[in-house]
């Protein structure tokens, strides 16, 4: 044992650069230099797990104030709505049955205007009154053709009684008293003819007056005294048949096809305050083919208010529907189409694509998208982007 650790050590002495001729010292280097490492590499390892450990409350604060520093956004959960649906429209006001009155006789001038505008009139009142001093004096003319007639009339019938008296006594032929009773009977008809021609006479002089057709409001009048008038004037008078009213107002085709006669209506004319009921009575059986608009016609009963021409806005009630219903600020629109922003359970954004139902005075209804449990973004919502963290708040109802 003793001789071979000495020609080992020898060998091992007679190296000129040290090295081990058995294990060598590159190998021991090496494998020092590694242990070095990895104890270098545990060291560190404790030491950040000593830090961590030391520093885990500050660590804590930022990760809160990281959370902290979430947007905050209002939201809120719209449930379930019964709503009623509404179409807002506007059109012009009008007279319900409008009648235009003229002149109906030979015309003349005009001696006075009876009516005016906003009375009310009744079926066959004169409005206007036609100078008629020719018609009165062909009138008693035609009154002194009627005597001349009953006179001649009376002598043709003395004649046939007086012949008559002396066919027994052959005075008289039977071919005389043909002739007599052929005279008497003309002139019987000549008084007729006369009378006939008095009341053609008294018709026209009755036609020299404008009457109104049927009762109802003086709308306008385009009349004056002295004016010269024919049945080539036109229009002197315009009437509303029993003051009836309406709002002829103009629908795009879809909402055209949701409503019906019988449909009630509240309409509000401009300038004023106050609305009155109304209620759908014809809706246009066509479509104008350039604004692919049609009219639905409100009828309305009369008010001092509802002035003819002027303009008018309506809300039409067109049935219900149950559905979510959100404020406009709640709902974001791009190429797409319309959508909201969802917070879920984790207070992520999401995008919900939604399609809009009836717009009402309190808000849109969502008839496709939501199911009313959500919590929707209220406001700022184009500030925001699917998957960003919000901390969110329930926003006053």
């Not at 590159?26 to 390892?45: E, F, P, Q």
């Not at 797990?49 to 809120?76: G, N, Y």
């Not at 030979?106 to 009310?120: D, M, R, T």
């Amino acid at each position: 044992m003793n001789f071979d650790a000495r020609i080992d050590q020898s060998m091992a002495m007679e190296k000129p650069d040290g090295a081990n001729p058995l294990f060598g010292a590159d190998s021991d280097d090496s494998l020092s230099r590694r242990r070095m490492a990895i104890g270098a590499v545990a060291v560190l390892l404790v030491l950040i797990a000593i830090w961590f450990w030391s520093h885990r409350d500050t660590l804590s604060k930022d990760a809160a104030a990281t959370k902290d520093q979430a947007p905050l956004v209002s939201v809120i959960v719209p449930g379930r709505t019964t709503i009623a649906g509404e179409i807002s429209v506007n059109g012009s006001l009008a007279a319900r049955r409008e009648m235009p009155v003229g002149i109906a006789g030979e015309g003349g001038q005009v001696v006075s205007v009876l009516v005016e505008p906003g009375q009310w009139v009744g079926a066959g009142q004169v409005l206007a009154v036609i100078d008629r001093s020719v018609q009165t004096e062909q009138q008693a003319s035609q009154a002194a053709q009627i005597e001349v007639a009953r006179a001649n009339a009376q002598l043709a019938q003395s004649n046939l009684d007086r012949a008559l008296k002396l066919v027994d006594r052959g005075f008289v032929s039977k071919a005389d008293i043909d002739r007599l009773t052929a005279t008497r009977d003309a002139a019987a008809a000549q008084v007729r003819v006369a009378g006939a021609q008095l009341g053609v006479l008294k018709a026209q002089t009755r036609r020299l007056n404008v009457v109104a057709p049927a009762a109802g409001l003086v709308l306008e009048r385009r009349i004056e005294p002295g004016q010269v008038v024919s049945a080539g004037s036109g229009v002197l008078f315009r009437l509303a048949k029993g003051g009836e009213m309406e709002l002829r107002a103009m629908l795009g085709e879809s909402d055209l096809a949701q409503v019906s006669s019988g449909v009630s209506a509240e309409v509000t004319p401009v300038g004023s305050d106050r609305s009155f009921a109304g209620q759908i009575w014809q809706v246009a059986p066509v479509i104008d083919p350039v604004s692919r608009q049609g009219v639905a016609r409100i009828a309305l009963a009369y008010s001092p208010e509802i002035r003819p021409g002027g303009f008018a806005s309506a809300v039409i009630k067109a049935g219900t529907v149950v559905a979510p219903m959100l404020p406009e600020s709640a709902i974001q629109s791009d190429n797409k189409g319309s959508y909201v922003y969802v917070v879920d359970k984790d207070n992520k954004v999401e995008r919900r694509d939604i399609k809009l139902g009836v717009v009402t005075s309190k808000g849109i209804a969502i008839v496709q998208g939501l199911a009313g449990t959500e919590r929707v973004v209220l406001r700022a919502g184009g500030f925001l982007s699917p998957g960003e963290t919000v901390k969110p708040s329930a926003a006053r109802q």
